[in-house]
């Protein structure tokens, strides 16, 4: 696939991968680059409901994803630790900068299993740290996880459900100033006429164009009407739930993997003031709960039983499904908010004083493993998908980057901090073709 200076990519979806994938190929200036995106505003919907956890793997049964997700946070941080939350940025072990894991006695996982897997972490990032000192992005080695005495959170957590507390180097984003940088970036590339952002386009058909390999790409604008017709050498497919919807245009549903998509409901509350120096918190293994601490008393909250929502394994989402993401009264988005709150308030009793401010809807994906049971489409209580012998929830050991035709790269972001990595990814992909084709090495 020859891509010489100033052909035309597609980038279909403008959440953090695709904002992130777009503003990679940007700053090669070979490409013109077109950035669609259905909503009014860049990396809303999914995007923006997230506490911003710079996970360190401590969440992840799956030995092979916790690693991973080290690795790619640590990348992350090394590049982009100025956006982390600025609240206890002077002291190293400020409570709001040391998230706690307590498991539960009905963990699924067993407490051995856990502790091998936390403690491969610690000395994984001890390696990196030795090797390479500039991964030390998390305080010292030995200060990366401790398990905590019963003195030390007692009276913060329900104890009489916990086996054991463990303390770790985790921080949070503050997600909204990245997203404000990132957009910044994509506008001077704008401004350079290099990239060309149109929301509100929603992709209606994308055809392959056997002849000359390129792609032609309808969307209809959904705020001034009309339709838009782009041909591209190169489409790179972000756009979340819809990857599916789009790989079933072209016939290549077959050459992909299967996915699940999940929809995640997050709640924002004001804290009391007796828990303004709350540590962030999370229960595991299993369908439980979780608390972040933002600072300025504010928090996030989910809990299993009454966050996981609807779950689908279709390549086109079901109108049940969809009428869930998007049609969710205020009423119904306010009994949710309160059932999360008491469901979290059962682990950490002084959240019952917390104030719902907000209530956001997402939609996690991931891959359906050989393993996995397929559920199909479901509304309602989905603990089942936490069973780790059952389901993906506790897999994310993968890129979520496919090239299942010439020219045509999938790029399915399945962890927020993953996004600057699969930019990086997809930009390779298409600069080596780029240097195949012309017979020359990239840059």
Not at 26 to 52: C, H, V, W
Not at 159 to 174: P, Q, R
Not at 426 to 437: P, R
Request: hydrophobic share 35%; net charge negative.
């Amino acid at each position: 696939m020859d891509i010489p200076k100033g052909q035309t990519i597609v980038v279909i979806g403008g959440g953090v991968g695709g904002c992130c994938t777009a503003l990679a190929l940007a700053r090669t200036q070979q490409f013109q680059i077109y950035l669609l995106e259905k909503n009014g505003e860049l990396m809303r919907e999914s995007s923006d409901a997230t506490p911003g956890r710079m996970g360190l793997g401590f969440h992840y049964a799956d030995k092979e994803t916790a690693l991973y997700y080290l690795h790619a946070t640590l990348e992350f941080t090394r590049k982009y630790g100025r956006f982390r939350q600025e609240v206890g940025r002077n002291e190293t072990l400020h409570p709001l900068r040391r998230g706690r894991y307590f498991i539960l006695k009905s963990s699924l996982v067993p407490v051995n299993e856990i502790l091998d897997t936390y403690d491969a972490l610690k000395e994984e990032y001890t390696t990196m740290v030795s090797e390479d000192p500039s991964y030390e992005v998390f305080g010292r080695p030995e200060d990366f996880y401790r398990v905590l005495e019963p003195w030390e959170f007692e009276e913060d957590v329900a104890t009489e459900e916990i086996e054991m507390g463990i303390e770790t180097a985790e921080e949070f984003l503050d997600w909204s100033r990245l997203r404000r940088f990132i957009i910044s970036q994509l506008e001077h590339f704008q401004d350079k006429k290099m990239v060309e952002i149109r929301t509100n386009s929603e992709v209606t058909e994308i055809s392959a164009l056997e002849d000359c390999g390129a792609y032609l790409i309808k969307a209809v604008d959904l705020s001034a009407g009309g339709n838009v017709e782009i041909f591209a050498e190169v489409t790179v497919n972000a756009s979340w739930y819809n990857i599916g919807k789009l790989n079933k245009m072209l016939g290549i549903s077959a050459f992909t993997r299967k996915r699940c998509n999940r929809i995640k409901a997050i709640i924002t509350v004001q804290l009391p003031e007796a828990l303004v120096h709350m540590p962030s918190m999370f229960f595991c293994m299993g369908p439980f709960c979780m608390f972040a601490n933002k600072g300025n008393r504010v928090g996030m909250l989910t809990y299993a039983p009454e966050t996981n929502m609807a779950v689908s394994t279709s390549e086109e989402l079901e109108p049940e499904f969809e009428h869930v993401f998007f049609n969710l009264s205020d009423d119904e988005k306010c009994a949710k908010g309160q059932k999360i709150l008491a469901g979290v308030s059962k682990y950490i009793p002084k959240l019952k004083q917390a104030k719902v401010t907000n209530v956001k809807l997402g939609i996690i994906q991931t891959f359906m493993d050989e393993d996995t049971i397929d559920f199909g489409f479901k509304v309602g209580n989905l603990d089942l998908l936490h069973d780790p012998h059952v389901g993906g929830i506790y897999k994310r050991n993968y890129s979520g980057v496919e090239e299942p035709r010439p020219g045509y790269i999938i790029n399915a972001c399945m962890k927020l901090l993953y996004c600057f990595d699969n930019a990086e990814i997809v930009k390779d992909l298409i600069l080596s073709k780029s240097a195949e084709g012309s017979g020359t090495e990239s840059n």
